[in-house]
């Protein structure tokens, strides 16, 4: 699975580096890390959204930084052990 | 011969002293580039008043179509000599480069400039002339790319004098060190802060006298050519890719749409890590055959950021070492001061609909006011500076 955070300007200043530092520490928590792909990306086109955008392989999602952990449980861990 | 001259010069004041006894004046035109170095007797308000008198009406008079021995003419027979002293009040040194390669070095009274090429110091052909009863020596010599040209006030050959050092670090000393840093500190700014650095430990951190060095540096013309904001209409996109990729030397995208345009035309892909080398900027990205690949508006202001600092109060340690910082506005500060000697800007006036947003903590719809800042910042710095709008 690869998951791609966008880094562009407006996702960054909503908090593109805090999801990904969480979301990297989950990946490890859980040892996902040869299932799980992180990536970044600049602008993706989502970013009139609230939240940043994050591509689940081809699904968009917006996460911001407060539920990143609740986002991994619905969106990365499910569809991993499935 | 399409060559650059790299300018730049670092001042140390005497101990106590706010304000500096030495000036360096930097004029550039069409044909020419001009230092000049002057150093006020004593120190201090006078001192500095009289060095700003000396360098101010030898840069006025050039840039007015002056002659160079008129001016010389006109700072001998202007300056006056001290009563108390019965000596000339500054001393100066004068190094015009012409872009054909001709040199004319003139110096009163200051030590002698030390001329490097080939990690070699060469002696340089002078002539001593009496120029309204003063005593100055004069060269005509050819320069070649890589030719480094460094003109120090008498602060550096004194340096330690009588502390760290019997007689100081006198001039031999002073070239070797040039010699030995040429090729490490490969810029002009950077060489004379080395020199300087050198300097202020043997003067313990307290200079005995105001210590100036100015440098000069032959380079061949470098162009970097850069490419931010998608065009205002997308019709566009190709004239500008056309343009962008048409230009010799080196290619930077700026932007994340921007990246995508190329990426798209060309059929590359944008690769982006996420390794966040520094916590306030996005990280950068990289496409096959561009030089730089970074994030737009918030990479570009911190650019402009470290970019002020130089043009405002010139060159310090911590203004170099902004340049050395593992992140994509540092890599692109650096490219642009120290890689760069003409810079085409191909800018879009897209307005970016994500970044209208008015619950983002900074306004980003500001990529026109930086573009200018920038062209201001790196114009007063000497660089050469195209804008083209699409």
Excluded at chain 2, 147 to 159: E, K, P, R
Excluded at chain 2, 291 to 298: I, K, S
Aim: with cysteine.
């Amino acid at each position: 699975m690869t998951v791609t955070i966008c880094i562009g300007s407006s996702c960054h200043l909503k908090g593109s580096r805090d999801i990904i530092k969480i979301l990297e520490r989950l990946v490890s928590l859980h040892h996902l890390e040869d299932r799980v792909t992180l990536q970044g990306s600049f602008c993706m086109g989502e970013c009139t959204k609230n939240g940043v955008c994050v591509k689940v392989d081809d699904e968009f999602c917006t996460v911001i930084p407060a539920n990143v952990e609740e986002f991994f449980e619905n969106q990365i861990l499910k569809k991993v052990n499935s | 011969m399409n060559i650059y001259i790299d300018t730049s010069y670092k001042s140390l004041n005497k101990y106590t002293e706010e304000l500096c006894g030495d000036r360096v004046e930097i004029i550039r035109t069409d044909e020419f580039v001009i230092l000049v170095l002057a150093d006020g007797l004593g120190s201090g308000v006078k001192a500095n008043i009289l060095s700003t008198l000396t360098s101010k009406i030898i840069a006025t008079m050039l840039s007015n179509g002056a002659k160079i021995e008129d001016c010389v003419d006109t700072i001998a027979s202007t300056l006056p000599i001290c009563n108390v002293r019965h000596l000339a009040y500054s001393t100066f040194s004068i190094l015009q480069l012409f872009y054909t390669g001709e040199a004319y070095l003139v110096e009163f009274d200051n030590p002698t400039c030390v001329f490097l090429r080939g990690g070699k110091i060469m002696e340089i052909p002078f002539e001593n002339r009496t120029v309204s009863s003063k005593n100055i020596r004069e060269a005509r010599f050819q320069t070649a790319i890589g030719d480094t040209f460094v003109l120090f006030s008498d602060g550096v050959i004194h340096a330690g004098v009588g502390a760290v050092l019997n007689f100081g670090f006198q001039w031999e000393n002073a070239a070797a060190h040039l010699q030995s840093a040429v090729d490490k500190e490969n810029t002009a700014a950077r060489l004379a802060l080395s020199l300087s650095q050198v300097c202020e430990s043997l003067y313990a951190g307290k200079p005995g006298d105001d210590t100036t060095v100015a440098v000069a540096k032959v380079l061949p013309e470098r162009v970097v050519n850069l490419f931010t904001g998608p065009p205002s209409d997308k019709e566009k996109d190709t004239f500008l890719l056309h343009d962008f990729m048409a230009e010799r030397g080196k290619r930077v995208v700026c932007g994340g749409s921007s990246a995508q345009i190329i990426s798209r035309l060309l059929n590359r892909p944008v690769k982006t890590s996420i390794d966040y080398t520094d916590p306030e900027l996005p990280p950068i990205g990289y496409i096959d055959g561009m030089d730089l690949v970074t994030e737009g508006v918030l990479t570009l202001s911190k650019t402009n950021e470290i970019l002020s600092e130089f043009s405002k109060y010139g060159v310090d340690y911590e203004h170099i070492k902004a340049l050395d910082r593992d992140n994509g506005a540092s890599k692109l500060a650096k490219l642009l001061m120290e890689e760069c000697t003409r810079l085409n800007l191909f800018v879009g006036k897209a307005i970016n609909a994500a970044h209208q947003n008015p619950n983002l903590p900074v306004d980003l719809n500001i990529r026109q006011r930086i573009v200018n800042q920038l062209t201001d910042n790196l114009r007063a710095l000497g660089k050469t500076v195209n804008v083209k709008y699409y």
